[in-house]
């Protein structure tokens, strides 16, 4: 059984190649029991994720994830979210490998954002704005890229400022001209994409302030009691989750419901729709869409085994 740290997932995970292998394992699918989600004490949550595909597939694959997410870690300087994974051969059981979970989850949430937003971002987008500073904010510029290459343009806001400024530098010796900025609600209605990754129970981005063709990416928040938009963001775009799983558990879209702002009806469409061809993404340049991503199992699947395959 293979040992595989932080720096090997990341050498194994190039999102051009990771973007690729997700939009495979969407249109194919897996088994994908819902998540088990324990509290631990008030300082955070454990997160259990499956996922596998039995015999006759080839090669035939169990994953699962442990990620613990302790929002409080912040004030200590750690990232909020830590985690490790456990692939396993699904014909014997036999161990083949434990990942680095944290470098595993951002990697895969960058990229499922990036997959989603080749179907609803403009073609010409150029500009970013990503919403939050923290491990999965850092690369979404990289992960938009592989779909979006004239992206070219990035403003970062953080609640914390210092840290948009810390992150604005690191992108601009990346190659992007990218800057921070205080001024969230001037900053929305400028970027072609918009892409929330925190742990806000608040509503951060308000769809009044959502321009044309605008696409709106909330990846941060996956519980009911989080929320990264208002009710009125629901109202104005095209919405697509990542799984159906999101309609129980995303606060986002709960608290829309409840709020009468949007209806589960108006659904357009699952990831997995997308990549088959079943469901329509951006079908105008003036059309807002937004995808709503709180976490599928079936992602860690798919990146864990490119991880073992190369190692």
């Known amino acids: 059984m293979r040992s595989l740290d932080a720096a090997a997932v990341r050498a194994a995970l190039p999102f051009p190649a990771l973007v690729a292998a997700l939009r495979r ?27 596998w ?45 434990v990942l680095d979970g944290s470098e595993l989850t951002a990697r895969r949430t960058a990229a499922v954002a990036a997959l989603a937003a080749d179907f609803l971002a403009r073609a010409d987008a150029r500009s970013l704005l990503v919403v939050g500073a923290g491990r999965v904010g850092s690369i979404i510029p990289e992960a938009m890229r592989a779909v979006r290459p004239a992206l070219r343009d990035v403003t970062v806001w953080n609640r914390t400022p210092a840290a948009a400024e810390v992150l604005a530098a690191r992108l601009r010796d990346q190659g992007f001209v990218a800057r921070a900025t205080a001024d ?36 941060g928040s996956f519980a009911p009691a989080m929320r990264e938009a208002d009710g009125a963001a629901f109202a104005r775009c095209r919405v697509f989750v990542d799984t159906d799983e999101a309609l129980a558990k995303s606060g986002d879209l709960l608290q829309a419901v409840a709020e009468g702002a949007w209806e589960t009806a108006a659904l357009q469409g699952t990831l997995a729709q997308l990549c088959r061809g079943e469901a329509a993404g951006r079908r105008d340049a003036a059309e807002r869409t937004l995808f709503k991503s709180v976490g599928t199992a079936l992602a860690d699947l798919a990146a864990a085994e490119r991880v073992a395959d190369a190692a």
């Open 184 to 219: 969230l609600a001037a900053a929305v209605p400028r970027a072609d994409i918009v892409s929330c990754a925190t742990l806000s129970e608040a509503a951060l981005v308000q769809g009044a302030w959502l321009a044309e063709g605008t696409h709106l990416d909330l990846i």
């Open 25 to 51: 394992a969407f249109a194919a699918g897996a088994e994908v029991p819902p998540r088990h989600v324990h509290s631990i004490g008030d300082a955070g949550v454990s997160l259990l994720m499956p996922a």
């Open 53 to 97: 595909r039995a015999a006759p597939a080839a090669p035939a694959r169990y994953g699962v994830k442990i990620v613990n997410v302790f929002p409080g870690n912040a004030a200590r300087g750690l990232p909020g979210i830590h985690g490790v994974y456990a692939l396993f051969d699904a014909s014997t059981g036999v161990p083949l490998a």
